[in-house]
């Protein structure tokens, strides 16, 4: 029943910021953990942040720790992915996803629900 629909993905120069959001319908995200994935052209898909349902523990890859931010806003039933000092290996289709735990883990077989995704492209 959960459903989470990603947008705010574009172009952008590198050393640009661009804000991800995902929005959820359906159901609640208050007791869901959140996390942000991201997959490139004949990549794997990556984990690039999660956030936790409760007590805000976050968790980020070393690649992106320090230039990008996740949040959550419970009031508009949404996540958002804060990304600056982009670099063109930061180019990637974008995907939320969400599962119904506490924990967020940066695997993304352990979640439940997924977004459509967003693409992000990094160019000059």
């Known amino acids: 029943q959960l459903q989470l629909v990603e947008s705010g993905g574009g172009l952008v120069q590198p050393g640009g910021s661009l804000r991800l959001s995902c929005k959820a319908s359906g159901v609640n995200l208050d007791y869901y953990a959140i996390g942000w994935f991201r997959q490139a052209p004949g990549e794997e898909r990556e984990a690039v942040s999660c956030?936790?349902?409760?007590?805000?523990?976050?968790n980020y890859a070393s690649s992106v720790k320090g230039r990008f931010t996740i949040s959550r806003d419970n009031a508009n039933n949404a996540v958002y992915l804060q990304m600056s000092s982009l670099t063109p290996e930061d180019t990637a289709v974008y995907y939320c996803?969400?599962?119904?735990?506490?924990?967020?883990?940066?695997?993304?077989?352990?979640?439940?629900?997924w977004g459509q995704g967003t693409q992000v492209t990094v160019s000059s």
């Open positions: 996803a969400a599962r119904l735990r506490d924990q967020c883990l940066m695997s993304a077989r352990l979640y439940t629900y």
């Open positions: 956030l936790s349902s409760v007590g805000g523990f976050t």
